[in-house]
């Protein structure tokens, strides 16, 4: 039998000089005794077995038995007596794992043994060469040993040096190991008793650190600011030819209850975070953060099945705008709604910010503009110059071909140009992007209007609004908000829409909601209104019941 002490002990002085699985197995009797470390790595449910061949076959990524099998009959009848193959075993979790086996067939009286050993390959190296640091498979197994010991607390600590990839396309990959190899130096340099550095992939670097679990975050953060202080101390000195900095994400482990394929999740998200919160910093792990992150996750994989499953829950909801001084219908604001099985009714405040994140605002927008252009042809039948407003995200202006699918879609339909307006919302990118601006010239060009969306909450430079070819301004709620009780408001809004009048901007004025409000709105000069005082967003048929039905007072 395999178990024979002789080989037992074998085994066990070879697991303490090495960091491979060494192996005894009896190809006579298919009997086989591995080191007791390989059963913690992978399926396996003990060390020594007697029905070899098919406990190793479970344990093997079925995609590889194929060729182990082959291999082993070869040894088997004599046809070779050295083995020496690549191939995947399963670990714990299930998941393959390239192992190197290599071994030798020795006649042990009438039995056929191969002793050998299985090596992970992703162990073999130990050192990363550029920075000369251990590298990730050996932070896994000194966490793993730490787990060995009752409750071992600390921190781990990620370091990613910021927009490295540029670093790289800009100055090559040369520059960039130097970069690399710098960081490397400094956290080393600053790093303490109990505290150990590996290189990850790419650009990060780990501090594994044992410590105080209730200090762990505080202790995470000295530690980052020390390395982020050298490192500038560093570049002023030595390598004045490439700026750069670093972000840190941390997490306090307890080996007793983290595994290290959770932990090192929660190091990752935390190092995305920091450069969420525009790099240079650092963010401790926060399980909050986290589980807002998935939702968000999950929202967008929800919006994405929606999006191909046929724009399934989506609807796009009216809201009337009333000529101000008659107080009839001018037309109407397309506003997308989302009812999702899983979410429910979701506000598009929530959700459009993530459809932009994953440019999913390009398809749907693209949908909302034929559903609002269809409705608005329908409409048109009853008042000839019934003007549509359709929201335009930047991300649609920036990164799709906007204009085309407008023009195919609205000449497709055959209606006015005239008869539609774009509103695009106030920002930044307004006035800074040069494509914006000759995006936006050429819906001019072509006819179309176009209004500035939540005047008065951004950069509010009626200048600049007329040089961007705006013939429309939409005055945010904000302003409108208890203007019959502060006349703050009141003076303010009059003096914006006298100086668009004086452009020859026509002013629309939102977020009327009361008798009081429309009472002090009336005085103040504008074009349009719109607000829940006239009329909520709401389905196309009660729209058109309410608006355009026979008896409208709006008509
Ligand atoms: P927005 O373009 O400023 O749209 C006006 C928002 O104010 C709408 O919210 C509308 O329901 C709300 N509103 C209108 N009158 C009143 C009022 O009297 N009182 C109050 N409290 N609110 C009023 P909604 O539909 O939730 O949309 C929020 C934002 O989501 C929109 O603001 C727009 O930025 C975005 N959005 C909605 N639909 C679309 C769309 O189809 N495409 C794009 N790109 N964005 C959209
Ligand atoms: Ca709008
Ligand atoms: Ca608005």
Same mark, same amino acid.
Not at 16 to 28: A, R
Not at 281 to 287: G, L, R
Not at 519 to 543: E, H, S, T, W
């Given at each position: 039998?395999?178990?024979?002490?002789?080989? @037992?002990? $074998?085994?066990?002085?070879?697991?303490?000089?090495?960091?491979?699985?060494?192996?005894?197995?009896?190809?006579?009797?298919?009997?086989?005794?591995?080191?007791?470390?390989?059963?913690?790595?992978?399926?396996?449910?003990?060390?020594?077995?007697?029905?070899?061949?098919?406990?190793?076959? !479970?344990?093997?990524?079925?995609?590889?038995?194929?060729?182990?099998?082959?291999?082993?009959?070869?040894?088997?009848? &004599?046809?070779?007596?050295?083995?020496?193959?690549?191939?995947?075993?399963?670990?714990?979790?299930?998941? %393959?794992?390239?192992?190197?086996?290599? &071994?030798?067939?020795?006649?042990?009286?009438?039995?056929?043994?191969?002793?050998?050993?299985?090596?992970?390959?992703?162990?073999?190296?130990?050192?990363?060469?550029?920075?000369? +640091?251990?590298?990730?498979?050996?932070?896994?197994?000194?966490?793993?040993?730490?787990?060995?010991?009752?409750?071992?607390?600390?921190?781990?600590?990620?370091?990613?040096?910021?927009? $490295?990839?540029?670093?790289?396309?800009?100055?090559?990959?040369?520059?960039?190991?130097?970069?690399?190899?710098?960081?490397?130096?400094? #956290?080393?340099?600053? @790093?303490?008793?109990?505290?150990?550095?590996?290189?990850?992939?790419?650009?990060?670097?780990?501090?594994?650190?044992?410590?105080?679990?209730?200090?762990?975050?505080?202790?995470?953060?000295?530690?980052?600011?020390?390395?982020?202080?050298?490192? =500038?101390?560093?570049?002023?000195?030595?390598?004045?030819?490439?700026?750069?900095?670093?972000?840190?994400?941390?997490?306090?482990?307890?080996?007793?209850? =983290?595994?290290?394929?959770?932990?090192?999740?929660?190091?990752?998200?935390?190092?995305?975070?920091?450069?969420?919160?525009?790099?240079?910093?650092?963010? %401790?792990?926060?399980?909050? =953060?986290?589980?807002?992150?998935?939702?968000?996750?999950?929202?967008?994989?929800?919006?994405?099945?929606?999006?191909?499953?046929?724009?399934?829950?989506?609807?796009?909801?009216?809201?009337?705008?009333?000529?101000?001084?008659?107080?009839?219908?001018?037309?109407?604001?397309?506003?997308?709604?989302?009812?999702?099985?899983?979410?429910?009714?979701?506000?598009?405040?929530?959700?459009?910010?993530?459809?932009?994140?994953? !440019?999913?605002?390009? %398809?749907?927008?693209?949908?909302?503009?034929?559903?609002?252009?269809?409705?608005?042809?329908?409409?048109?039948?009853?008042?000839?110059? $019934?003007?549509?407003?359709?929201?335009?995200?930047?991300?649609?202006?920036?990164?799709?071909?906007?204009?085309?699918?407008?023009?195919?879609?609205?000449?497709?339909?055959?209606?006015?140009?005239?008869?539609?307006?774009?509103?695009?919302?106030?920002?930044?990118?307004?006035?800074?992007?040069?494509?914006?601006?000759?995006?936006?010239?050429?819906?001019?060009?072509?006819?179309?209007?176009?209004?500035?969306?939540?005047? &008065?909450?951004?950069? !509010?430079?009626?200048?600049?609004?007329?040089?961007? +070819?705006?013939?429309?301004?939409?005055?945010?709620?904000?302003?409108?908000?208890? #203007?019959?009780?502060?006349?703050?408001?009141?003076?303010?809004?009059?003096?914006?829409?006298?100086?668009?009048?004086?452009?020859?901007?026509?002013?629309?004025?939102?977020?009327?909601?009361?008798?009081?409000?429309?009472?002090?709105?009336?005085?103040?000069?504008?074009?349009?209104?719109?607000?829940?005082?006239?009329?909520?967003?709401? %389905?196309?048929?009660?729209?058109?019941?309410?608006?355009?039905?026979?008896?409208?007072?709006?008509?």
């Amino acid at each position: 039998m395999l178990g024979a002490d002789k080989y @037992i002990e $074998f085994l066990s002085v070879m697991d303490e000089c090495t960091d491979s699985y060494m192996f005894v197995f009896n190809l006579t009797d298919d009997e086989y005794l591995i080191s007791e470390k390989a059963v913690d790595k992978f399926m396996l449910d003990g060390n020594s077995f007697d029905n070899a061949t098919s406990v190793i076959s !479970s344990a093997v990524y079925p995609p590889d038995l194929g060729m182990l099998v082959v291999d082993v009959a070869k040894l088997q009848s &004599g046809q070779s007596n050295m083995h020496n193959l690549e191939y995947r075993w399963l670990d714990k979790q299930g998941n %393959p794992i390239w192992i190197a086996c290599k &071994g030798r067939v020795v006649q042990e009286g009438e039995k056929k043994l191969l002793i050998g050993s299985i090596t992970e390959r992703g162990k073999k190296n130990k050192y990363d060469n550029i920075t000369s +640091l251990l590298s990730e498979s050996v932070l896994e197994s000194d966490y793993a040993e730490l787990g060995n010991i009752e409750h071992m607390t600390g921190f781990l600590l990620l370091i990613g040096v910021d927009n $490295f990839k540029k670093i790289n396309e800009k100055y090559g990959t040369k520059r960039g190991d130097k970069v690399l190899a710098g960081v490397a130096k400094c #956290i080393t340099e600053c @790093i303490e008793e109990g505290q150990k550095v590996y290189r990850l992939k790419g650009d990060e670097f780990a501090v594994l650190s044992l410590g105080d679990y209730d200090t762990a975050m505080t202790d995470a953060k000295e530690l980052y600011k020390r390395i982020r202080s050298r490192i =500038d101390w560093y570049i002023e000195m030595k390598d004045f030819s490439s700026f750069y900095t670093i972000s840190g994400g941390a997490v306090a482990f307890d080996t007793s209850c =983290d595994t290290y394929n959770h932990i090192t999740d929660c190091m990752k998200f935390a190092l995305h975070t920091a450069k969420l919160r525009g790099r240079n910093t650092f963010a %401790p792990y926060s399980q909050e =953060d986290y589980d807002a992150y998935i939702r968000k996750m999950d929202i967008q994989e929800e919006l994405r099945r929606s999006i191909i499953n046929n724009f399934e829950g989506f609807e796009v909801y009216y809201q009337p705008v009333i000529r101000a001084g008659s107080e009839r219908l001018y037309g109407a604001e397309a506003l997308i709604r989302w009812n999702n099985r899983v979410y429910g009714f979701m506000s598009p405040v929530e959700f459009i910010p993530l459809l932009e994140e994953s !440019s999913l605002i390009i %398809p749907l927008g693209k949908w909302i503009i034929e559903q609002a252009v269809m409705q608005c042809k329908e409409w048109m039948h009853i008042i000839p110059d $019934f003007t549509m407003n359709i929201n335009l995200s930047f991300v649609q202006i920036m990164k799709s071909d906007i204009l085309k699918d407008v023009l195919d879609c609205v000449d497709y339909h055959g209606i006015e140009h005239n008869n539609i307006v774009f509103e695009a919302t106030e920002s930044g990118e307004l006035e800074s992007n040069n494509a914006v601006k000759s995006v936006l010239n050429s819906f001019n060009n072509n006819c179309f209007r176009l209004a500035i969306d939540d005047f &008065g909450t951004g950069y !509010s430079n009626l200048r600049y609004i007329r040089d961007m +070819l705006f013939s429309i301004i939409k005055i945010d709620r904000m302003f409108v908000k208890n #203007i019959d009780k502060q006349d703050d408001n009141y003076t303010l809004v009059k003096y914006i829409i006298e100086m668009a009048h004086s452009l020859n901007i026509n002013v629309c004025v939102e977020g009327v909601e009361t008798e009081e409000e429309l009472n002090k709105v009336r005085n103040l000069g504008a074009d349009c209104i719109q607000g829940y005082y006239f009329g909520k967003p709401m %389905p196309k048929d009660d729209f058109a019941e309410k608006f355009l039905g026979e008896g409208s007072k709006y008509l």
